[in-house]
């Protein structure tokens, strides 16, 4: 393999962990109803794969291209998602099912996060469950500081297409997740 075909091949990696990478966060924005973040996304998305492409098929006798290809669509598949995590579009819900609903309430309160409890009756009596919202990067973080709390709770985590706070907030509003706590 020559140095050129050594780096065309390095550039294909690097340019499909762009695309594929960009594919995955477009996909999240399509999820969560966020059109023009998707777009935007998709646009360069595409771009950068249309080239990619092409170089790979002038040169497909060469099959260190098409290695490049398939290496550079599975990294850019894990970096994607690893953005993702540490981005976090979104918003979710907490579900925690707890015998020690008023307690823990307060703790997570204390903590920051927004609480609403209600009464239930459980398989085994009264529990009280407990829906905090939060943007999606500090789910974990509620789900840990209540387990922290009560290591006996059950914690449902779901995602939140939309939301509003007294008709003021839309989900797809940059300041609206700005400004929330």
Same mark, same amino acid.
Request: hydrophobic content about 50%.
């Given at each position: 393999?020559?140095?050129?075909?050594?780096?065309?091949?390095?550039l294909i990696v690097a340019?499909?962990? %762009?695309?594929?990478?960009?594919?995955?966060?477009?996909?999240?924005?399509?999820?969560?109803?966020?059109?023009? %973040?998707?777009?935007?996304?998709?646009? +360069?998305?595409?771009?950068?794969?249309?080239?990619?492409?092409?170089? $790979?098929?002038?040169?497909?006798?060469?099959? &260190?291209? &098409?290695?490049?290809?398939?290496?550079? +669509?599975?990294?850019?598949?894990?970096?994607?998602?690893?953005?993702?995590?540490?981005?976090? +579009?979104?918003?979710?819900?907490?579900?925690?099912?707890?015998?020690?609903?008023?307690?823990? &309430?307060?703790?997570? *309160?204390?903590?920051? +996060? *927004?609480?609403?409890?209600?009464?239930? *009756?459980?398989?085994?009596?009264? %529990?009280?469950?407990?829906?905090?919202?939060?943007? *999606?990067?500090?789910?974990?973080? &509620?789900?840990?500081?209540?387990?922290?709390?009560?290591?006996?709770?059950?914690?449902?985590?779901?995602?939140?297409?939309?939301?509003?706070?007294?008709?003021?907030?839309?989900?797809?509003?940059?300041?609206?997740? $700005?400004?929330?706590?």
């Amino acid at each position: 393999m020559t140095w050129g075909v050594f780096l065309s091949c390095l550039l294909i990696v690097a340019a499909r962990i %762009v695309d594929v990478s960009l594919g995955t966060i477009r996909t999240i924005c399509v999820v969560n109803g966020r059109r023009g %973040v998707a777009w935007f996304l998709g646009f +360069f998305e595409v771009l950068v794969w249309i080239l990619v492409v092409s170089n $790979v098929i002038e040169h497909l006798q060469n099959p &260190a291209y &098409a290695i490049a290809y398939a290496l550079g +669509f599975a990294t850019g598949n894990y970096i994607g998602i690893t953005i993702d995590r540490h981005v976090g +579009f979104g918003e979710q819900v907490v579900r925690v099912f707890t015998r020690k609903g008023a307690e823990l &309430a307060g703790y997570l *309160r204390d903590g920051g +996060f *927004r609480v609403t409890a209600f009464a239930g *009756r459980g398989r085994d009596g009264p %529990v009280e469950l407990l829906f905090i919202e939060t943007p *999606r990067r500090l789910a974990a973080k &509620a789900a840990a500081q209540a387990r922290k709390f009560d290591a006996e709770c059950f914690i449902v985590v779901d995602d939140v297409r939309s939301a509003s706070l007294a008709g003021t907030m839309r989900a797809d509003d940059w300041r609206s997740v $700005v400004k929330k706590k």
